[in-house]
């Protein structure tokens, strides 16, 4: 009797401290990545404001459309829901979360590459989505993707358990907070790069390293038109700069995405506009193949206004 009475205070102590040393780490990990993503997703999931345009995609989205600029062309109100890696899944999953909780936009552009179609795992490394679990969407998404997550909403605390080691090591990184400078952090807008970089890391460097193209991708890509569509929203896919040496130009695989995109904008009568040849993206405006520097993000933003201001959402 008296070694299940010790059993237990112990139980209840270690869990004590594994729930308070979990908080610390909540708030560590969220004072981390609070620009880059928990200010954008809190405002995806519980926030209320109506915009009038909103920017879905990956990280040519996430640094490479300035809500400002847009905004100053269009006299409309936007915001960027872009995130690193995203693939039509989760494009699909953004469109929904969005309109669960917004008034559907009167514009959304879907910007597309290559790697929206490629068959990957990405929700697998969304650890942030670890911390939205009540949100039954979310739940169902990072169960699919293999997270114990009934398990994780009981014992929060476990979920780094699951995190990679960049993720774990980042709890105790005190780096410097991002730059600011000429609106370059804005409305889920980030770019913190000034100049040219020195990368040149294509998605795809030669056309024998190609992704496998995924057939559910395209489904959710439809899906996700579908969705946005029926709730009274217009869609028109953008295909962003790139270098005019990129490594993935040209490839097999993004001339077979890029088709398919066309084919999906023609059953959903989209506006598809193309950026990718555009010649005022000089190699200066790059901070690598496919991601420009915030001077370039400025040109491409408000070549965008420009393009879709006219359009018949704000016209009528």
């Known amino acids: 009797m008296m070694y299940i009475k010790r059993l237990f205070i112990i139980s209840i102590i270690t869990y004590l401290v594994a729930a308070a040393t979990g908080r610390l780490f909540d708030h560590l990990y969220k004072k981390r990545w609070s620009t880059m993503f928990f200010e954008t ?10 915009y009038d345009i909103i920017f879905i995609g990956n990280s040519r989205v996430h640094f490479g459309i300035n809500p400002y600029y847009i905004d100053s ?12 890696g995203a693939d039509a899944q989760d494009i699909m999953l953004t469109s929904t979360l969005y309109l669960q909780q917004h008034p ?13 179609l490629a068959k990957n795992e990405i929700f697998k490394v969304r650890y942030q989505y670890l ?27 476990i979920k780094y358990s699951f995190f990679d080691e960049y993720n774990r090591t980042s709890l105790f990184i005190r780096g410097k907070q991002y730059p600011v400078f000429d609106h370059n952090i804005y409305k889920g ?10 990368m040149s890391a294509g998605v795809y460097n030669t056309k024998t390293d ?25 869609v028109v896919f953008v295909s962003p700069p790139e270098k005019t040496n990129s490594g993935s130009r040209g490839s097999a695989f993004n001339v077979m995405a890029d088709s398919i995109f066309n084919s999906i904008a023609r059953e959903f009568h989209l506006r598809y506009l193309h950026f990718e040849n555009a010649a005022s993206f000089k190699d200066e405006y790059f901070v690598d193949d496919i991601h420009l520097n915030e001077p370039g ?15 018949d959402p704000f016209t009528k």
Request: aromatic share 12%; charged share 15%; glycine share 8%.
């Open 131 to 157: 911390f939205y679990l009540e949100n039954d969407t979310i739940n169902k998404y990072m169960k699919q993707a293999g997270f114990v997550t009934p398990l994780i909403k009981v014992f929060p605390f």
């Open 210 to 234: 190609l992704p496998e193209l995924s057939e559910t991708a395209i489904i959710y890509l439809k899906r996700a038109v579908f969705t946005l569509q029926q709730a009274g929203s217009m």
């Open 73 to 84: 062309i269009t006299k409309f109100n936007s915001f960027n829901f872009g995130t690193g």
């Open 104 to 116: 559907a936009p009167k514009l959304t552009i879907i910007s597309l590459d290559g790697g929206a």
């Open 189 to 198: 807008f980030l770019n913190i790069d000034q100049h040219t970089g020195t």
């Open 297 to 311: 993000s400025r040109i491409y933003s408000l070549q965008l206004a420009d393009s879709i201001k006219g359009m």
């Open 41 to 50: 997703t809190d405002n995806l999931i519980k926030g209320s404001g109506k």
